[in-house]
């Protein structure tokens, strides 16, 4: 099943005011939900893959940072894209006779933990994320058991050139929607459909196999370790290495989860960017507040064999 090609064939027909169409769109935005529960200390499969020390603070019920006005009403209007990408997803699969459940309560045999599958279907689950448009500017690394199904065929941009999207697969996603087979498994894998809230970009399907199960599991055990740590807090997450300037720099930077993080005042988190490594003329150069050791094993991974030549 290719899901972009099913909620397109909705779109259209929602677009000349099918009536079919319009009903199953209104009977999703008006399908009463079950109430969540609001234990502060609740654990969710949304935190699996997240920042240790972030969900402490929540559960702690620490004070996020102050926001202006503006800020509030853009994270309003970005969640409610969200929403909205979700609720298109649930009506295109009603639309086509395919949905059986929306905000499905997954049971977990663990205390005081809580999840709801997105989207389901006779066969699958759906989990769905929505992402801005300049999140596929940046490849990400398949986390293990995650395949591509669709979304990411070249193709020519308006000035002719070739372009591949990149991945834009996170592991929180695949521990989050892999999470749904372990808990409340289905004939086929889970799928995850990550889609551009801007429109720019084709959507992306993918599916989580089993080998993900083993990293759920690690993942769970680290929430509930920070959970029964309480009042104590992880420690900050540690600085990553990234290619930048299109691919003459690599700098140390802050993890990327701290860029959005609600608790920066709370958290302190170093958001400087250093460049360790710089390439001028063809040749890369090593600078001094570089970890070389670290910088090497970087550019092994990435296989940068210029840098890592420079390295020794």
């Not at 909705?10 to 009977?27: E, G, I, V």
């Not at 695949?174 to 086929?188: H, K, R, V």
Request: hydrophobic share 35%.
């Amino acid at each position: 099943m290719i899901l972009t090609d099913l909620i397109d064939e909705f779109l259209k027909a929602l677009s000349a005011a099918d009536t079919k169409a319009l009903s199953c769109k209104r009977d999703i935005l008006l399908q009463a939900l079950p109430p969540k529960e609001r234990d502060p200390l609740r654990l969710y499969l949304s935190d699996l893959g997240k920042c240790p020390r972030s969900v402490a603070y929540r559960l702690l019920q620490t004070e996020k940072d102050p926001q202006s006005p503006q800020s509030e009403a853009n994270d309003r209007w970005m969640f409610h894209l969200a929403d909205e990408v979700e609720s298109v997803v649930a009506a295109a699969l009603l639309f086509h006779g395919l949905l059986t459940d929306y905000q499905h309560p997954v049971k977990i045999p663990r205390e005081n933990w809580g999840g709801r599958s997105d989207v389901k279907t006779s066969r699958e689950t759906i989990e769905v994320k929505s992402v801005r448009s300049n999140s596929f500017n940046h490849e990400s690394p398949l986390p293990p058991g995650v395949v591509l199904e669709h979304g990411r065929d070249p193709y020519i941009n308006g000035f002719g050139d070739e372009v591949k999207p990149k991945c834009v697969m996170k592991e929180s996603y695949a521990l989050q929607g892999g999470s749904y087979d372990l808990f409340d498994p289905m004939p086929e894998n889970v799928m995850l459909y990550v889609a551009d809230r801007g429109g720019a970009n084709t959507p992306q399907q993918y599916r989580a196999g089993a080998e993900i199960q083993p990293l759920i599991g690690i993942q769970m055990e680290l929430m509930d370790d920070v959970r029964a740590s309480l009042p104590d807090i992880p420690d900050k997450l540690v600085r990553v290495l990234n290619i930048r300037d299109y691919g003459k720099t690599i700098k140390e930077e802050p993890d990327p989860r701290c860029s959005y993080c609600k608790y920066k005042y709370a958290c302190g988190p170093d958001l400087s960017k250093r460049i360790w490594a710089a390439k001028e003329d063809g040749l890369w150069g090593v600078k001094k507040a570089a970890d070389k050791s670290r910088l090497a094993a970087f550019a092994s991974q990435a296989g940068h064999d210029k840098l890592m030549e420079v390295l020794g």
